[in-house]
């Protein structure tokens, strides 16, 4: 879009005598990301016409990805049409062009390649630059990296690239686990789980490090290198999110003789951990120009939804399927009516515990409570899962009304594509 745009800026100063060759040159440089440079013919406001000479140079990034163009425009009309007045009439065209050259002094500097010390560049003569002999000898533009000091790291290089990746990828593996593993109250004694989300713990301390030393755009656009300020920046901002998110939390809950009561504490402290998914959110904000970008994430962010209502909804049957006071079962959860329908019910352990037990297993209440969500967020419902006490009508209202405005925004986001159809890259 910037390519197309600087050529067609450019066509407000074409004339008839513009070369069409020349301009169509101009086009292709544009279009290719060349380095070139043209004599060409163009017109002023006025429709005085200018001969400039006009050098095109890309200016690429440490990932050799043209970011803009440079062009320098020199004024070279007294050397392509020498004025004739009265001071000069008679005089021959060698002696006009002499005149001319002596006479335009700046022009010429312009004109002149800089030449950079330790540098054997061979220097042309003035007329020949004015021919076009060296114009092919042009410097390589590229943008230059900020000086840092040795332990700082560029935020933008390859390496805290891909790290912010693996983080963004086990950001999402939190998201999901979390809620999954407080609404299930499910003890990490598998030692698979708990060496894997052991891992994950290490990985957010390490990024935690990282991060201090890591730079950071400032409120101008600079990139701010000076550890002390990055420092402060970190501390303000993310720093107590991301130092809770890496608690160990399952290693905690996989002692035995943990209490009840703090054991669900620390569970109920790992939803912390969702709060990065800010980040990613912020991470993922320049993928929104792409249609084909935001269809995924309108995927993920439906299916992420979902999974956490689910959870919701099976915390929600699981506190009322059973009354704490009297120790009566309720007949009418779903719960109980889907214990009923798997062959798992529920029964009363008269001569052990003294209290209810059984009833469906994990994997079974996960995906019943994930295809109700599913259901009620696409206002869909069958209605072979139904709420029955208050609290689950509730949440089922608010379900619905989620689903209503996830629908909405699915309904205006194709003619958004329409109006969009390609990314503006600015």
Same mark, same amino acid.
């Given at each position: +879009? @910037?390519?197309?745009?600087?050529? *067609?800026?450019? =066509? ?5 005598? #513009?070369?069409? /060759? ?121 943008? +230059? @990296?900020?000086?840092?000091?040795? *332990?700082?790291? =560029? ?5 805290? #690239?891909?790290? /912010? ?131 995924? =994430? ?129």
């Amino acid at each position: +879009e @910037t390519r197309q745009s600087a050529c *067609h800026t450019s =066509l407000f100063m074409y004339g008839e005598l #513009t070369d069409k /060759d020349t301009s169509q040159k101009v086009r292709l440089t544009f279009e290719n990301y060349e380095m070139n440079s043209f004599e060409i013919l163009m017109y002023k406001k006025n429709r005085t016409p200018v001969w400039f000479f006009v050098k095109i140079a890309p200016i690429r990034n440490e990932q050799e990805k043209v970011v803009l163009f440079l062009c320098t425009f020199s004024d070279i009309t007294a050397f392509k049409q020498p004025i004739e007045d009265e001071t000069s009439k008679g005089w021959g065209k060698f002696a006009r062009l002499t005149r001319a050259l002596t006479s335009s002094r700046g022009v010429l500097q312009q004109l002149q390649p800089t030449v950079h010390k330790g540098e054997n560049v061979h220097k042309h003569s003035r007329l020949a630059e004015v021919l076009q002999l060296g114009s092919d000898i042009l410097p390589q533009y590229k943008q +230059e @990296t900020p000086k840092t000091p040795p *332990h700082i790291i =560029l935020h933008y290089c390859a390496f805290k #690239t891909t790290w /912010d990746w693996v983080i963004l990828i086990l950001t999402f593996y939190t998201a999901i686990m979390v809620p999954y593993n407080v609404s299930f109250k499910t003890k990490q004694n598998n030692v698979t789980w708990l060496v894997v989300d052991s891992i994950v713990d290490v990985i957010f301390l390490v990024d935690i490090v990282l991060n201090f030393h890591t730079t950071f755009v400032g409120p101008a656009g600079e990139v701010i290198s000076d550890p002390k300020l990055i420092r402060m920046n970190y501390l303000k901002t993310w720093f107590v999110i991301d130092l809770l998110s890496c608690l160990p939390y399952d290693v905690i809950n996989a002692f035995e003789n943990v209490d009840e009561g703090i054991s669900s504490l620390f569970s109920s402290l790992k939803v912390v951990r969702l709060l990065r998914l800010g980040r990613v959110a912020r991470k993922l904000d320049h993928y929104i120009e792409y249609g084909a970008a935001v269809l995924v =994430l309108l995927v993920c962010v439906f299916g992420l939804a979902a999974h956490w209502l689910a959870c919701i909804w099976y915390s929600i049957g699981d506190y009322e399927v059973i009354d704490e006071e009297t120790g009566i079962l309720r007949t009418d959860s779903w719960l109980y009516m889907l214990g009923e329908t798997v062959g798992s019910p529920y029964r009363f352990n008269a001569s052990g515990t003294g209290k209810w037990e059984g009833g469906p297993n994990k994997d079974s209440v996960y995906i019943t409570s994930l295809y109700f969500t599913m259901t009620s967020l696409t206002s869909i419902g069958f209605g072979n899962i139904a709420p029955t006490t208050d609290g689950e009508k509730i949440f089922a209202v608010a379900m619905m009304m989620i689903g209503c405005e996830y629908m909405g925004s699915k309904a205006i986001f194709p003619n958004l594509l329409l109006e969009y159809p390609h990314p503006v890259h600015i």
